[in-house]
């Protein structure tokens, strides 16, 4: 693989431990049950949006699916709108309507989430079309489940993008559960990224455990795409640390499991690309961040009466 330089793993690391800690304290204030609507978590995921949202630019568009935490974060949205979002409040990304699965951005790109699966993948498509017919220079990306390539939205987008060799990336989270039944019960080809080949797309397979792996991967896909050169399918295995959807439950780390997180920090230091110092200066910072969303969000007020009749 390689080689990063110190601005590639510091943009890396930080959109990892921001999606890590945001989750984290989602888990940690759900059985408050003031956060009132479902959440799906990204631990254990966030390799897959940190090493993609790493590599786009700000200019860049990325959708996302029911478990969008991560990748929004990644994208660099702040915290104060999300927790807002999570508690309901007017100040929130979506003014308090949207909750967890609805999360948007566009001043950073995030265009927006969907609860239904694979749902984000032709308005992903319908982005990148818009931008080869304005002549814009930025790249969709699109987060979806391993089950979203059961939905022919997935299919039909996949062929149109080769077709017209549209600027789009196309993101496979593959954590082997759609909701609780396992791959091998509902896929007779275990290998989702080789749906590429009959649609004559580049795809490939990269452990999300390994980040690095998934930025240079990602990396690539982006030029083709700026460069005319169309879409590509990425497969990123991963794995899903929490239940399908939190309700009173706390979040439980599997035991055993590497860590996508540890794993980068590692490899950063032992490349010499930052030292512990600048470890904790970004942690110290991303906690900061959530402090301050916490208390701008409990302290926001909830939506009026009058906003059920506005954006509908």
Same mark, same amino acid.
């Given at each position: 693989?390689?080689?990063?330089?110190?601005?590639?793993? =510091?943009?890396? $690391?930080?959109a990892?431990?921001?999606?890590?800690?945001?989750?984290?304290?989602?888990?940690?204030? $759900?059985?408050?049950?003031?956060?009132? +609507?479902?959440?799906h978590l990204?631990?254990?995921q966030?390799?897959?949006?940190?090493?993609? +949202?790493?590599?786009?630019?700000?200019?860049?568009?990325?959708w996302?699916?029911?478990? +969008?935490?991560?990748?929004?974060?990644a /994208?660099?949205t702040?915290f104060?709108?999300? *927790?807002?979002?999570? $508690?309901? /409040?007017?100040?929130?990304?979506?003014?308090?309507?949207?909750?967890?699965?609805?999360?948007v951005a566009?001043?950073?790109?995030?265009?927006?989430?969907s609860?239904?699966?694979?749902?984000?993948i032709?308005?992903a498509?319908?982005?990148?079309?818009? %931008?080869?017919?304005?002549?814009?220079?930025?790249?969709?990306?699109?987060?979806?489940g391993?089950?979203?390539?059961?939905?022919?939205?997935?299919?039909?987008?996949?062929?149109?993008?080769?077709?017209? /060799?549209l600027?789009?990336? *196309?993101?496979?989270?593959?954590?082997?559960?759609?909701?609780?039944t396992?791959?091998?019960k509902?896929?007779?080809n275990?290998?989702?990224? =080789?749906?590429?080949?009959? $649609?004559?797309?580049?795809g490939?397979?990269?452990?999300?455990? =390994?980040?690095?792996?998934?930025?240079?991967? %990602?990396?690539?896909?982006?030029?083709?795409?700026?460069?005319g050169?169309?879409?590509?399918?990425?497969?990123?295995?991963?794995?899903r640390?929490?239940?399908?959807?939190?309700?009173?439950?706390?979040y439980?780390?599997?035991?055993?499991?590497?860590?996508?997180?540890?794993?980068?920090?590692?490899?950063?230091?032992?490349?010499?690309?930052?030292?512990?110092?600048?470890v904790?200066?970004?942690?110290k910072?991303?906690?900061?961040?959530?402090?301050?969303a916490?208390k701008?969000?409990k302290?926001?007020?909830?939506p009026?009466?009058?906003?059920?009749?506005?954006?509908?």
């Amino acid at each position: 693989m390689d080689s990063m330089n110190f601005v590639e793993a =510091k943009k890396l $690391y930080t959109a990892l431990v921001r999606a890590r800690k945001f989750d984290e304290k989602v888990g940690e204030l $759900y059985p408050e049950q003031e956060i009132r +609507c479902p959440v799906h978590l990204s631990l254990g995921q966030e390799g897959s949006a940190a090493g993609v +949202c790493a590599a786009l630019e700000i200019r860049d568009k990325v959708w996302a699916g029911h478990r +969008c935490h991560a990748a929004v974060v990644a /994208k660099g949205t702040k915290f104060r709108p999300l *927790f807002a979002e999570l $508690y309901g /409040k007017v100040t929130g990304c979506s003014r308090g309507k949207g909750g967890s699965m609805h999360f948007v951005a566009p001043e950073v790109g995030v265009m927006g989430a969907s609860a239904v699966v694979g749902a984000s993948i032709p308005l992903a498509l319908g982005s990148a079309v818009a %931008a080869k017919l304005r002549g814009e220079d930025f790249v969709s990306a699109v987060f979806f489940g391993d089950g979203g390539v059961e939905q022919g939205t997935f299919h039909e987008s996949m062929n149109f993008a080769s077709l017209h /060799k549209l600027p789009v990336i *196309f993101v496979m989270e593959n954590n082997d559960v759609s909701t609780a039944t396992v791959l091998f019960k509902r896929q007779a080809n275990l290998d989702l990224w =080789k749906h590429a080949e009959q $649609y004559k797309v580049p795809g490939f397979r990269v452990d999300g455990r =390994k980040p690095q792996e998934v930025f240079k991967l %990602a990396q690539t896909a982006i030029t083709r795409a700026r460069v005319g050169e169309g879409p590509t399918l990425i497969e990123v295995m991963v794995e899903r640390w929490s239940v399908h959807v939190l309700t009173s439950e706390r979040y439980k780390p599997v035991t055993g499991k590497e860590d996508p997180v540890v794993n980068f920090e590692m490899f950063a230091k032992k490349q010499n690309l930052f030292s512990e110092d600048e470890v904790n200066k970004i942690k110290k910072v991303v906690d900061d961040e959530i402090i301050d969303a916490l208390k701008f969000a409990k302290e926001s007020p909830y939506p009026e009466p009058e906003e059920l009749y506005l954006h509908v």
